[in-house]
């Protein structure tokens, strides 16, 4: 005789043979209902069947989309992988008193990923940015500073399609080669936004092997978006034109005058900026360096790596963050770090500080995405090496070389 466990309030029930020891429906928390129930056992063959040579099971209850099996494992985690994901279901492991935990989640029909809207979003934004090239270029054209307004705003569109893609394409080769399906880079156009677009995103669609993986899966793109960032910045320093600051100070005058409504911008420093511009700006005393177009692209690089690699929900370093930290702490930090954000324009927006207001919004988003936490790698048992924890620890580095809480604000 088997017990059904059923809530009342949700439509979550669970039917085991043994006693679960549970009063309260484990998703809302509504008293259970408690029956005695008739199965025909014979319907799971085909899952004892498959379970026989590679998993002992003391305990095993039947959910909604999922079945769990308490007990040991027989074969390798990847050997009960393959197994289920030819069956269509993913197998994921925890452990738990001693135990070893195997959900089998009925796998959802993912569509093939389609080619043609992130290729018509990546031209939209191609244009979007290529316009917002032009106006970092114009006032400089019309200071006698540049020479081809169109062709700036070429090499600006390519150097942030290149730091964005770049960023997504190594998620994306990184999920290819451990077998996880992840969608083509979708990139936002934004038209008539200072820099023309909000950056890319690629979509993960199957769950993710191990903590090992998660932690590449996660690192790879700060990595590479970091690093060509970083190059754009330099290129940009090396191209940028040094002239004297008196004669700069009357242009820059008379240009605002002659074009009322202008503002100008600025970007706060961060450490990795703070670096190259020591190693590579040496201005002469009564000149000014004019930072070429592309060096915004690089800041903006700059600023979406540390974006990513907040420790919260599943963004980059949310992967790296619930693979170090497990579960519980992951939540903790997550939730942390979001309220710590809204924090900081709070405190931005009460004091003046020129703290950037955006945080705000970002805290209440990072919180959302908190709240709905990290499904966790299908394997969480494995230890990670050492390696792994260094690859972990660059997230942290690269963030603290990224991190400001100034990105943009508008001079006085
Ligand atoms: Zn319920
Ligand atoms: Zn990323």
Redesign the pocket.
């Known amino acids: 005789m088997y017990k059904r466990y059923e809530?009342p309030?949700?439509d979550?029930y669970e039917i085991s043979k043994y006693d679960l020891h549970r009063e309260k429906?484990p998703?809302?928390g509504?008293n259970y209902h408690v029956f005695e129930e008739e199965i025909d056992e014979e319907r799971y063959n085909w899952l004892f069947d498959a379970l026989k040579n590679h998993f002992h099971f003391e305990n095993f209850v039947i959910r909604p989309n999922s079945f769990l099996f308490i007990g040991s494992m027989i074969s390798d985690f990847s050997v009960i992988r393959e197994t289920f994901k030819n069956m269509g279901y993913y197998p994921f492991i925890r452990k738990k008193e001693g135990k070893i935990y195997l959900h089998l989640f009925r796998a959802k029909k993912q569509g093939r990923s389609s080619t043609a809207l992130p290729l018509i979003l990546l031209t939209a934004t191609i244009l979007s940015v290529f316009y917002a090239g032009l106006s970092w270029a114009k006032p400089l054209q019309d200071m006698g500073y540049l020479e081809n307004t169109w062709f700036t705003a070429a090499i600006f569109t390519m150097a942030l399609i290149l730091i964005l893609g770049s960023h997504e394409m190594a998620h994306k080769i990184t999920a290819v080669k451990n077998k996880v399906e992840a969608s083509w880079p979708y990139f936002i156009p934004m038209p008539f936004f200072l820099i023309g677009t909000m950056g890319a995103v690629i979509s993960i669609k199957s769950p993710i092997p191990d903590r090992r993986t998660a932690i590449r899966l996660g690192i790879s793109g700060p990595v590479v978006g970091f690093i060509a960032s970083v190059i754009v910045i330099i290129i940009g320093m090396i191209i940028s034109p040094v002239v004297p600051s008196a004669e700069y100070g009357e242009k820059a005058a008379e240009y605002a005058a002659s074009h009322p409504g202008t503002y100008t911008v600025g970007f706060g420093t961060t450490l990795i900026f703070e670096i190259l511009g020591r190693l590579l700006l040496s201005t002469p005393e009564g000149y000014t360096r004019i930072m070429h177009p592309i060096v915004v692209t690089g800041i903006i690089g700059i600023f979406v790596t540390a974006l990513n690699l907040l420790p919260m929900g599943q963004l980059d370093g949310g992967h790296i963050a619930r693979s170090v930290l497990g579960e519980k702490y992951h939540m903790l930090v997550s939730k942390t770090i979001a309220l710590s954000l809204v924090g900081i324009g709070l405190l931005g927006s009460i004091l003046k500080y020129g703290i950037w207001p955006g945080w705000i919004l970002w805290g209440f988003l990072g919180y959302i995405i908190s709240m709905r936490g990290h499904p966790g790698a299908m394997d969480e048992i494995t230890e990670l090496t050492g390696k792994d924890k260094i690859l972990a620890l660059v997230g942290v580095i690269i963030f603290i070389l990224c991190f400001t809480p100034t990105p943009i604000y508008v001079v006085p």
């Open positions: 809530c309030n949700c979550f429906c998703v809302c509504h």
